[in-house]
């Protein structure tokens, strides 16, 4: 064969492969014609037919209850409108027609789509909560609606009587700024979680397991018939039951409603809490239904600050209750004894300056001086002591560093020591005027109520540091088991028996005597122990502090309660710490 002929036969199997991938081109036009204007109603109606949408179903979250099983969050039924944004696009009039049916404006409506959208394809809540009559009319006509459709959400409901937010805490849709970090955590944007309080603090317990279920959509999501699918069920979340007396919290929410500041029951023997008030607090059904601009404003700018956790955040100077301190550390250092008397004049004289007290006591010893709350017996143990050991005795006694309380954002305040001081003002540029004012609780020192309540506990069981907390036990709903939840104790086994007994004798004398500062706390038949404080207050009047505890076997409760610019404690804080008292020992005898 000649080279001609097998360049002519090469040619010719060069253009049948291209006329062969000209026809297959030509193929594929046609297909992809017919595909896509020819029969693309058709196709795509097949299409829309074969797809199937994962929906979540929220999980309840667990209850909540007080010690005695009285529910105070719970859960209750509840319906929103939601939409799916890529549909309610290309169906404007669904738009007026929400608004006509729910009286909601329709910026408001989209507003709301815009802040809860997680995708084009993804419903967006819109209006949560909606009545019956609503609920019905969008289901019965839901082809009316196109776009839009009515889902069930349980939402959070309180115990009415109850209006601690600070304390139960809220739930609410995870925020923008919050996603990345619970996202990690198995969170979608748009789930709601706790913030604040209880609900925060055990949002792990109490958030449950989402289900889900299947349903037929089209292309774009849009809902089509009402065939079953594969459903899996929420998994509810852990009910919790708190060491909190309902009865107790209600009357001692009462008690101090018109007062800024905070009282506390709890057992000194294991730190369980019954009563937590920080006045004035919020209610947290507050948010169940989201709050506009203009409510929310109107809370953050609130003069009295209910968003403000006085129990646990609230660092105020302590006065004349922090003097416990200086007594056993002067006792322990052998600094003074219980015969050993200072003369009050009331006025004592440092470096030219003059610090006072509030009456002129004459002699004290320090079993008077604890009952009268005279300034001038601390000022001379202070300068004999130093402040190096007073501010070790002040840590050793439960100051200075956070409780452990099972509650978000606790401080710490502050137990001013040498370096702090160092810190404060220079080296060495402070001087010992400044520990006559510490150590009657005024100048650089600060507590938090939830402190002093378990400062009080170590004064009433000689020695036991308890941690506060709130939590009883959890009921797990796997297994129906219940954990009964145990605390850390520390015990202070430094101080003597006799330090303990002088200065709880100081404190009996406060209350239970006719002369001492404390005695309008007295409840007969309580062997009532407990101390006064007046803390100097430069924006205003003074703040008015009271700690004190029973000293019966069947009734181991401390109280304290602190009144901002409340005068004299035992004008308004120590009544009331009495009135707090007498009801629990009354409500446990019921």
């Not at 209006?127 to 289901?139: A, E, G, P, Q, S």
């Not at 000194?268 to 239904?289: K, R």
């Not at 989201?290 to 302590?318: C, H, M």
């Amino acid at each position: 064969m000649s080279q001609e002929v097998k360049n002519r036969i090469g040619n010719y199997r060069i253009i049948a492969l291209l006329v062969f991938a000209v026809v297959l081109f030509l193929i594929l036009i046609i297909r992809f014609y017919d595909l896509q204007i020819v029969n693309h109603a058709i196709y795509r109606n097949q299409a829309i037919g074969n797809m199937l949408n994962r929906v979540d179903i929220a999980a309840p979250r667990g209850l909540v209850y007080d010690r005695n099983g009285k529910k105070l969050i719970y859960n209750v039924p509840c319906y929103n409108i939601v939409v799916y944004p890529d549909i309610i696009r290309q169906n404007p009039g669904t738009w007026d027609k929400l608004e006509k049916i729910t009286g909601a404006p329709v910026a408001q409506l989209q507003r709301n789509m815009q802040r809860n959208q997680v995708g084009a394809y993804r419903p967006a809540v819109v209006l949560r909560n909606i009545d019956f009559k609503v609920n019905t009319r969008i289901n019965e006509d839901i082809q009316e609606f196109p776009g839009a459709e009515v889902v069930f959400s349980p939402i959070r409901a309180y115990a009415p009587e109850i209006k601690s937010g600070n304390l139960l805490g809220y739930t609410a849709q995870i925020r923008q700024r919050d996603i990345q970090q619970y996202r990690s955590l198995g969170y979608k944007l748009g789930d709601n979680i706790g913030y604040d309080g209880i609900e925060k603090q055990y949002e792990d317990l109490l958030k449950g397991e989402r289900g889900y279920r299947y349903k037929q959509v089209n292309a774009v999501g849009q809902p089509l018939g009402d065939q079953a699918y594969e459903q899996i069920n929420p998994v509810p979340g852990n009910a919790i039951f708190l060491t909190l007396d309902h009865r107790l919290q209600a009357y001692a929410e009462n008690l101090m409603a018109n007062h800024n500041g905070a009282a506390i029951l709890m057992n000194y023997e294991n730190g369980e809490i019954i009563a937590f008030v920080t006045s004035p607090a919020y209610d947290p059904g507050i948010f169940v239904d989201g709050l506009t601009q203009a409510e929310w404003d109107s809370i953050v700018q609130d003069k009295r600050i209910p968003l403000f956790n006085r129990v646990i955040r609230g660092q105020y100077p302590p006065g004349s209750i922090y003097k416990m301190v200086g007594a056993i550390a002067g006792l322990e250092k052998k600094i003074i004894s219980p015969a050993v008397e200072y003369e009050c004049t009331g006025v004592y004289t440092l470096g030219g300056r003059n610090y006072k007290c509030s009456h002129v006591h004459g002699m004290e010893n320090l079993n008077e001086a604890i009952a009268h709350s005279c300034n001038i017996y601390f000022y001379n143990v202070i300068l004999d002591l130093g402040i190096d050991d007073w501010s070790h005795y002040a840590r050793m006694l439960a100051f200075g560093e956070v409780t452990g309380i099972d509650l978000p954002g606790e401080l710490p305040g502050i137990n001013p020591d040498r370096d702090f001081l160092d810190r404060q003002y220079g080296r060495r540029k402070w001087w010992r005027g400044t520990w006559l004012n510490m150590v009657i609780g005024q100048g650089d020192v600060l507590v938090t109520p939830i402190q002093v309540a378990r400062h009080t506990a170590v004064l009433a069981t000689k020695g036991k540091i308890v941690t506060p907390h709130l939590l009883k036990s959890v009921q797990y709903t796997e297994d129906m088991r219940i954990e009964n939840i145990e605390y850390p104790v520390r015990h202070i086994t430094s101080i003597s028996d006799a330090t303990w007994k002088e200065v709880r004798s100081g404190m009996r004398n406060a209350v239970q005597s006719s002369w001492g500062t404390g005695r309008t706390a007295n409840v007969p038949g309580l062997d009532m122990y407990g101390k006064t404080g007046t803390a100097q207050n430069p924006h205003g009047e003074s703040h008015g502090w009271f700690l004190g505890y029973s000293a019966l076997k069947d009734f181991p409760y401390a109280v304290v309660v602190f009144i901002e610019h409340g005068s004299s404690g035992s004008e308004i804080a120590a009544p009331f710490a009495g009135q707090i008292l007498r009801t629990y020992y009354h409500m446990r005898r019921q």
